[in-house]
């Protein structure tokens, strides 16, 4: 009942986003897909059209086939000597590309997603029925489970750049070096992604502000500077232009020279005198 009620509030638009729920919803339909085809097959799962662009797929195996052959469907290739645990006679594989939808169920803090998280679950299949609810474990005695994503933003081309991650139960994260282009290796099922640091983005975005900043006030002080120039420049000039016009209206001094000096002279007696009486002693 409570299954049945978180289902249909999923399937209903639900914002929870809950990476749990949404795997009980791809088993749910996948249930329904499995009874209508044979083993080996991987067949596409039917979703409601407000989950539109994800994509999920489901096959059902027998154990010995998958530990004698492996699989390649989809964008996971399982190596031969895999087997699960518990060990069960049948099983199936869910595999799911969450696409647009991604950023919504998972996120990295401190990371961009530069790809779709995509993810494979295995199910007892043993009744042929319905699928159990318990997710499979896996173990690997071989080559470890190789994940080729659809799509990484071009953008980040070199490899050394992309980190893998695997999501695991309650938010957890684990970090892999991607050494080959667009793959990842796992040993466990669940979901991936392809990372890159956001960090050194942001501490570009800030370097290149400080770097305009910088320019912009250089620029700024430049021309305060020329700004200042012309304005004493033309304080100048219009002072020598007063000083001249001060000394065409003043009187002209007699000059003598001194040494090798030529030096401004007045004349002794600038007016006659006039004696304020006529008598003479």
């Known amino acids: 009942m409570v299954f049945s009620s978180s289902l249909s509030s999923i399937a209903g638009g639900s914002d929870s986003y809950d990476p749990e729920a949404l795997d009980a919803l791809f088993r749910y339909f996948a249930n329904q897909t499995l009874a209508k085809h044979r ?18 797929s489901v096959v059902r195996l027998r154990s010995g086939s998958l530990w004698g052959r492996g699989t390649n469907f989809s964008f996971i290739k399982i190596p031969p000597r895999v087997k699960t645990l518990p060990y069960v006679q049948r099983l199936a594989i869910v595999y799911d590309n969450l696409g647009e939808w991604s950023s919504k169920y998972y996120q990295v803090p ?74 990842c290796v796992t040993e466990k099922a669940g979901h991936f992604s392809v990372v890159v640091s956001s960090i050194p983005e ?6 290149k502000w400080w770097v305009i900043g910088f320019v912009a006030g250089t620029i700024g002080l430049v021309m305060l500077i020329l700004v200042g120039v012309i304005i004493f420049g033309i304080g100048r000039r219009m002072k020598i232009k007063t ?32 004696l304020e009486h006529d008598y003479v002693p």
């Open 202 to 207: 942001e501490k570009e975005r800030i370097w």
């Open 110 to 183: 401190g990371y961009s997603l530069v790809s779709p998280v995509v993810g494979f679950n295995f199910y007892d299949y043993s009744s042929l029925t319905t699928l159990n609810n318990e997710k499979l474990t896996l173990s690997t005695t071989s080559e470890p489970i190789s994940i080729h994503f659809p799509y990484v933003e071009a953008e980040y081309k070199n490899v050394t750049e992309l980190i893998c991650v695997k999501f695991g139960a309650g938010g957890s994260v684990d970090f892999n070096n991607m050494t080959e282009r667009n793959v």
């Open 39 to 56: 083993t080996g097959t991987l067949k596409r799962v039917p979703l409601p059209s407000n989950f539109s662009g994800m994509e999920v």
């Open 243 to 274: 000083m001249e016009k001060q000394s065409d209206t003043a009187v002209a001094l007699d000059t003598f020279w001194v040494g090798g000096n030529k030096m401004p002279s007045a004349s002794m007696i600038r007016t006659q005198p006039v």
